[in-house]
């Protein structure tokens, strides 16, 4: 015989387990009884509701107008990647950094310079990088050239976490012929440049050289990235802003991968990497 619960019986508060119908016999007469569901469920559930990867959403102040991309990541891939949205009344910018790519390089900034300069940080920085910008570039291309950057640093900051586990130091000299550029940088948190370079012409295409500065002080602020460039030697613009990106980018590389010595524990005294 199967019995029905008078009604709201079942019912119980949203925070106690559900109860289960548990029917039970005494001599002739049948009893329904109410036992809570399974302790296990409930600890599966918590146990599921822990994994869940959350990630961090920064307000639009804290990146300069970006907007951070939630983008969830199985959590036994450890890919670090980082999505940017940035849109304002003077371009239109998205951007997508793997740290643990293997080099695609995927840019359309409306600069055909600064993308050739984008395709050096991708091919030496072992980074996967996509990057799509529409902007007043009728005007000229600083608007656009400084948003890239700004995103380029936030995806970074986002890709990057908490930063256990990292080198966090990076330091590479480039040449490219007569040219030979010595990149130094810190992922601390805290935003600085040095930049020592001495571009001997204005342009090189249509690409305004004062632009190569802006880009990376532009990048250093919203990454956290203390940042320092030396120019040892070099005549020919082209080869000097190249070189500049590629010893940018081999020292990336080289302060993001991770040091089996450390055991995933942060790099630093204090026990905390924050852009602050």
Not at 68 to 84: F, H
Not at 239 to 267: N, W
Request: proline share 6%.
């Amino acid at each position: 015989m199967e019995l029905a619960a008078p009604p709201g019986i079942l019912s119980c508060p949203s925070s106690s387990p559900p109860l289960k119908p548990r029917l039970s016999f005494a001599g002739s007469g049948t009893r329904l009884t109410l036992a809570p569901s399974s302790p296990s469920h409930h600890s599966k559930l918590k146990r599921m509701d822990s994994q869940r990867i959350i990630t961090p959403r920064a307000s639009l102040a804290d990146n300069n107008g970006s907007t951070l991309i939630d983008t969830p990541t199985p959590t036994n891939s450890g890919a670090r990647i980082g999505e940017v949205k940035r849109v304002t009344k003077e371009t239109d910018v998205s951007v997508k950094i793997n740290l643990d790519g293997t080099g695609i390089a995927d840019s359309n900034s409306g600069i055909p310079f600064l993308d050739h300069m984008l395709d050096q940080l991708a091919s030496h920085g072992l980074l996967d990088v996509h990057v799509r910008a529409t902007g007043d570039i009728h005007i000229d291309d600083h608007h656009t050239n400084e948003d890239v950057a700004l995103a380029i640093g936030t995806a970074l900051l986002q890709a990057l976490g908490d930063r256990k586990g990292i080198n966090r130091f990076g330091d590479f000299s480039a040449p490219l012929d007569e040219a030979w550029i010595h990149v130094s940088l810190d992922l601390s948190g805290r935003p600085h440049l040095g930049y020592d370079l001495q571009i001997p012409t204005q342009r090189v295409g249509t690409y305004d050289t004062q632009l190569v500065e802006h880009f990376f002080q532009s990048l250093v602020n919203t990454s956290g990235m203390t940042l320092h460039i030396r120019q040892l030697a070099g005549r020919n613009s082209h080869h000097i802003i190249e070189a500049t990106f590629k010893a940018f980018a081999r020292a990336l590389r080289q302060a993001l991968e991770y040091d089996p010595r450390r055991l995933g524990s942060i790099p630093s005294s204090k026990g905390v990497l924050s852009r602050s």
